[in-house]
Nanobody
Framework: VQLQASGGGLVQAGGSLRLSCAAS????????MGWFRQAPGKEREFVAA????????YHADSVKGRFTISRDNAKNTVYLQMNSLKPEDTAVYYC????????????????WGRGTQVTVSS
């Protein structure tokens, strides 16, 4: 599977953005999907994950209640709805795919997509 993220941009604090990640290939439903982010000078960090059929989600504490991950297997796409954005959410956001629900949040990722820049101004 190959991944292509989109939807990033510049937004004011308190605003919203929705990121999308389109997957090519036939095996999308066999992957756990996730989002990570990397701010300048910082390590890449886990943001959210969604299980194979979308029945389970897991969000990092830093985004819980503000961000929501979801997926549409019919469209081979995973989304990240980001509300109440803060300047500290500024980062390059990456979508990721792996077959193991337990290890993806730890950065064990089989496929990385190209990042999309999100910039939140104060």
């Amino acid at each position: 599977v190959q991944l292509q993220a989109s939807g990033g941009g510049l937004v004011q604090a308190g605003g919203s953005l929705r990121l999308s990640c389109a997957a090519s290939g036939r095996a999308f439903g066999s992957y756990v999907m996730g989002w990570f982010r990397q701010a300048p000078g910082k390590e890449r960090e886990f943001v959210a994950a969604v299980s194979w059929l979308g029945r389970s989600t897991y969000h990092a504490d830093s985004v819980k209640g503000r961000f929501t991950i979801s997926r549409d297997n019919a469209k081979n796409t995973v989304y990240l709805q980001m509300n109440s954005l803060k300047p500290e959410d500024t980062a390059v956001y990456y979508c990721a795919a792996d077959r193991d629900w337990a290890t993806l949040p730890n950065g064990h990722v089989e496929v990385w997509g190209r990042g999309t820049q999100v910039t939140v101004s104060s």
